[in-house]
């Protein structure tokens, strides 16, 4: 089943073309990694997937319906890409209840669902009568993960998750990715700077830059050694100029 | 500890930190707005001064005006203090980042406490203060009476900066509650019960000053010295608090209120979250706590304001009618604007969120009304029903006005910046916009002309009339808002964005 197909999606600002993506499908239950430099079009892809801006030709569909324009994917999509899905005025606690109740969940239910994630967001983050506001970036960072993944969404997308994340704790988020894909068949839809960290853990990896899809691999069975040598030329060029 | 010139240091940082203030970081449009704005409150302020004589020599005709003045200096304090105590912030300026440095925490405490003084509210009764004086006393009485009574004007507002600044900067608030709530109620209660005992006292006291009476200015010397050296004591106690980690006074879900929200079905969480909005961010909050002011003070208004001069000012309670709310919606949506992404990609329909808001406004602006119907209904019994009038009116015509135009409001704004002077968010479509919201009630006002009533009773008429028919009509126009705001949204999302 494909739970996201993209066809002919294009994003301009003025005349710069952000993202041009001809056709795409991402089978359900995949955890699929976006990897690019800066600039190369990942939230964009990501902020249309979610009906957050407007395309400027073609669609994005989650489980065949066009995303734009239409609320049917909210139920079962979780999704955390920057500070601006937090309400920075809130608890962590009182956020997670918010968040939870707009998808059904009562407070017991938020609180056996946070026991999974005690480890990650550890006495830092909640049991604090801090604000989010008050958090460090890290910590908001860690906040804003555990809100998208505690509803147990079908569709699960997340923007540069182990950004400000101490190493322990970018461990335990792709395992907590990993385990979640496993256990639920969960499709998810990852983007990061770092290969690494999406090699370790994606079926698939799509490297984007300048708005295109430039490759589109499934670790083991790809050699990546072909995108790092990109990423290399890459900054060798940078160097030159 | 170090030999620099640390005050001269702080100074400069404290002058940087209101220069390169978010309210001065606006469009030219927007700071001529607010020139214009200060200009026209200081012009007003200043022509009351000026005109105020005339009218105590009417109301007072055996008394010279400055004597009668004098007979309510006491009261005029009384509400400054009020005020104070509502509106003016603590003279905390980001210290914590100072606290490590070698700087006595002494010698901050003083910074702190002389900074405070730098205070729009030590300065705001001059304007009227001074025209007033310049008319009854400088070329009456002599020069000297004039500027001995500014210093003692000065010196009571002092005293009341003094006891507000120890009052919002001593650790452990309950005794400082306490004791301020039985000193506001004391002078309150002596003040209605023997209003000639207070009246005289207050005369006397205007009278001691400008006679230079040396006792006169020493009272409330004392006073100032005394509380600002509590303050400075406290203060260097608080800077533990405040380097402390900052966490918040309310532990999570600790209110009834917000309690009482998460049991409401369907709304309850918007609300909850409304709430939360309301009372944990300063500029939200600074409109919402000067309410309890407004209640008291329309009635008290609108009971000295001369009876056949109603119809004069009857066009301002479009303002006040409506409750916090006005003030609020004219900023619809662009609360949220720091975490739209969130409403947008969520579980969330924008109709029932706007539904949601819709009624969290109009059940506060009526928690407002009635208390203020009640206490009018002793001041002004005359303006109950054109009160109750404007209130249908506002929260039907003007909240739907309100709500539709407000999905134009694409700027994005913080809700937790400082209350007063900021103009984040103001455009100058969304001045047009209140305008134009103020003037509709003109319209009503020519047809209540036309009807065969009284004036109050053919404007409240008018007003419920119409009010009622937008408040029956609300999910129509609500529905229409949220498609409106649907069309717009990628829009005002992009701009939400905008930091």
Redesign the interface.
Known sequence: MTAIRIEQLIKKYGQQTALHIDHLEIEAGTLTGIVGNNGAGKTTLFRLMLDLIEPTEGQAMIEEQAVAGSDHWKPFTGSYLDEGFLIDFLTPEEYFYFVGKLHGMDPIAVDEKLKVFSRFISDEVVGQKKYIRQLSTGNKQKVGIVAAMMVQPRLLILDEPFNYLDPSSQIMVKRMLKADNEARGTTMLVSSHNLNHLTDICSRVILLEKGKIIKDLTPPQDDLEEVEQYFSIQAEDQDEK | MASYNIPKILFQHGWLSFRRAHYFDRSMGVKVLMVFVGFIFIWYLAMAGALLPQLLEHVFPDTPPHHAFFSILLYLYAADLVTRFFVQSPPKQLIVSYLPLPVSRSKLAGFILLRGWFSVFNIYLFPLLVPFFLRTLLFPVSAKAFWLALLGCFLLGAVNHSLITWFKTWPGRQTRIAALVLFIAGAGIGGGLYPSVFMSISEQLGRAFIDGNPWAFMFPLAAVVFFQSLSKKGLVQSFYDWAG????K????SSKIEKFFAKIPVFG?YW??EW??LM??KRASGGLRQWPLAIIGIPLFLYFAPDESSSQYIYLLVMVAGGYGFYHLQYAFSWES?????I??????LYRFMQAKYYFYTLLALSQILPMLILLGFAAPHMVLPMAGMFLYVTGVIFAFLFYTGVNNSTRID??KRASFNFEGTSGTLFMTILAAMFSVIFLMIIAFFLPFGMEESFALVTAATGLVFIMLHTKWLRATAKKF?RKK?HN??K??EK
């Open positions: 980690s900052g966490h918040s309310a532990p999570a879900g969480t909850e979250l939360k909005l944990r961010n720091r975490f739209f992404d969130l947008a990609s969520r579980n969330t329909n809700p937790n649907q990628y999302l992009s939400y964005r």
